[in-house]
């Protein structure tokens, strides 16, 4: 109940900052609509590029506008108010707390996805409906799998920054590796360009790595893509990341804290 709650308080917050949600959200619209024009443009010079067609491609569009934020492929989240919080030396008194140090932060994780899904996700992509033909799912139990893929990205997300916060306790300040991961992210993660339309050992090697579990995976579960038994296929990559990324964390929270230097003392 407390990690529930640990959400439900990370919900609520991010809820209070009703302008820089709307400001976010007109600008996650604005870059579909831009971003879906300059597919339709390239699909019409290629069609079939990537196994997609021109309604798969510029829903591929939508779906990752909504899911940018929700699973955080820029960063943020627990990352800024951590950077806080070792730069205060406050850290000290988060690890002195009767709960779990990687709980209490993935509780607010999902607490934080939870509501930028519901204003961030479904606002732009309702609007990309509207605007242009997109393609949805065609059989219900797909939005079942969909949902939890997105569940998954989070988690996987979440464990990647995890451990990018981590450095802090060497780093004191993890801003330089963060930088170098947002380039990542946005690359491997099909946020920029599909997996798919990678060529050779480049498009085996983004498959493999987990930033394609936040965009990528879920964005092809959504245009039925990976159907039958290849979802299952999908959604246990996505879980075997998580369960990886989070017992990382775990080994290097373990020897990051067994001696703890807190800035200024």
């Not at 959400?7 to 996650?28: E, I, K, L, Q």
């Not at 627990?78 to 950077?83: C, I, K, N, P």
């Not at 070792?86 to 779990?100: C, E, H, K, N």
């Not at 963060?178 to 498959?207: I, K």
Request: net charge positive; glycine share 12%; hydrophobic share 55%.
């Amino acid at each position: 109940m407390l990690y529930a709650a640990v959400a439900r308080g990370a919900f609520r917050r991010y809820s209070t900052y009703r302008a820089a949600t709307v400001a976010g959200t007109f600008t996650n619209t604005v870059f579909g609509i831009i971003l879906a024009y300059t597919f339709l443009a390239l699909w019409q010079a290629r069609p079939g590029l990537g196994g997609y067609d021109q309604s798969q491609a510029v829903t591929y569009i939508w779906v990752s506008q909504s899911l940018l934020v929700t699973v955080a492929v820029w960063g943020g989240g627990f990352q800024d108010d951590l950077q806080d919080r070792f730069r205060s030396g406050d850290i000290a008194v988060d690890l002195y707390r009767p709960v779990d140090f990687q709980g209490w932060w993935l509780a607010s994780d999902l607490g934080r996805a939870g509501f930028q899904a519901l204003v961030r996700g479904t606002v732009p992509m309702l609007i990309g409906a509207l605007v242009f033909r997109i393609r949805l799912p065609e059989h219900p139990l797909t939005w079942a799998f969909f949902l939890l893929s997105v569940l998954l990205a989070v988690v996987v997300s979440f464990g990647l920054r995890f451990l990018v916060s981590i450095t802090g306790f060497w780093l004191h300040d993890s801003e330089g590796v963060r930088s170098v991961m947002l380039v990542v992210s946005m690359f491997f993660s099909g946020m920029l360009l599909p997996v798919a339309l990678f060529p050779g050992w480049l498009g085996e090697l983004g498959r493999a790595l987990p930033w394609s579990a936040l965009v990528n995976v879920p964005t092809d579960v959504f245009l039925e893509r990976t159907a039958g038994t290849a979802v299952l296929g999908a959604l246990g990559f996505q879980l075997g990341w998580a369960a990886a990324l989070l017992a990382a964390g775990r080994g290097a929270q373990w020897l990051a804290t067994r001696r703890v230097v807190v800035q200024g003392g």
